[in-house]
């Protein structure tokens, strides 16, 4: 439906069911803000950033998801230029076949994966690691990046290429000089979809971190919810730790709506 055509009446109901949408999602988060200012107030989130919980700090976690998102995300651009790059320019046996091997990869769930990753990752002595889950994220949401800029890259003149081939420039130079400073659009958006996501990650670091030292923001949730008991006290300190731990995909959110609704539509459309 064009939103720019709908009469009155389709832009009123458009507009409630997106009211309606948004009050079902932000219930739970006031009702967290809510319990965690009942009993003893900011008290609560200043006891949070002061005092370990049971051996867990809550700014480790933070850090930790931080150092896994840079980590995952500069392997992610990395790689996941390169590949896009070759598969779009450049011309070698069975391309399109291996891209279409990669492209089936985004089939394939993440859990069907775990267990040989787990293999992997003890023989190499990655296990309980933050290496592990950043190889881990990097690796699963490589085809993704691959499928989202090799669509970028399909809609840049190949005229670039024979240019820099004129002028004796390599097909590595090429990419260096010409078509990575020409991406870096789509790399923010992509680099922005990694992070937010890297930070909202549960199943990984559940799955190879269980040293409380290395232990990421999200995980420290579950494991938060056995420390307290039923008393009020606890309960708010408990909703004030929810609070903290879900502001980071908030604050990314915030900051950089442009960039990931960008991310998302990118390469849907092709000139």
């Given at each position: 439906m064009n939103f720019a055509i709908a009469n009155r009446k389709q832009k009123r109901i458009i507009s409630l069911f997106l009211y309606v949408f948004a009050l079902v999602w932000l219930f739970p988060f006031y009702t967290a803000i809510r319990n965690s200012l009942k009993v003893n107030g900011f008290q609560n989130y200043v006891d949070l950033f002061t005092s370990d919980l049971n051996g867990i700090s809550l700014i480790g976690t933070f850090w930790n998801s931080a150092l896994i998102a840079s980590g995952s995300t500069f392997l992610l651009l990395s790689i996941g230029a390169l590949a896009a790059f070759a598969f779009s320019k450049l011309r070698f046996f069975a391309k399109e076949a291996i891209?279409?091997?990669?492209?089936?990869?985004?089939?394939?769930?993440?859990?069907?994966?775990?267990?040989?990753?787990?293999?992997?990752?003890?023989?190499?002595?990655?296990?309980?690691?933050?290496?592990?889950?950043?190889?881990?994220?990097?690796?699963?949401?490589?085809?993704?990046?691959?499928?989202?800029?090799?669509?970028?890259?399909?809609?840049?003149?190949?005229e670039l290429m024979e240019s820099a081939s004129i002028d004796g420039a390599s097909k590595l130079q090429a990419f260096i000089h010409i078509y990575l400073p020409l991406s870096i659009p789509a790399l923010i958006n992509l680099g922005v979809l990694s992070i937010m996501w890297s930070f909202q990650d549960f199943l990984l670091p559940l799955m190879f971190l269980t040293d409380k030292s290395v232990l990421t923001a999200t995980v420290a949730v579950n494991t938060l919810k056995g420390l307290f008991g039923f008393s009020p006290a606890d309960l708010g300190k408990f909703n004030a730790a929810l609070v903290v731990l879900g502001m980071p995909g908030v604050v990314i959110f915030t900051f950089a709506r442009k960039f990931i609704t960008s991310g998302i539509t990118s390469g849907a459309v092709k000139d």
């Open positions: 891209y279409v091997s990669v492209l089936l990869c985004l089939a394939v769930p993440g859990v069907v994966i775990l267990i040989p990753f787990y293999y992997i990752l003890k023989n190499l002595d990655l296990y309980n690691t933050l290496w592990a889950v950043i190889f881990s994220e990097a690796v699963l949401t490589l085809p993704f990046a691959v499928l989202m800029l090799r669509n970028y890259y399909d809609n840049l003149p190949p």
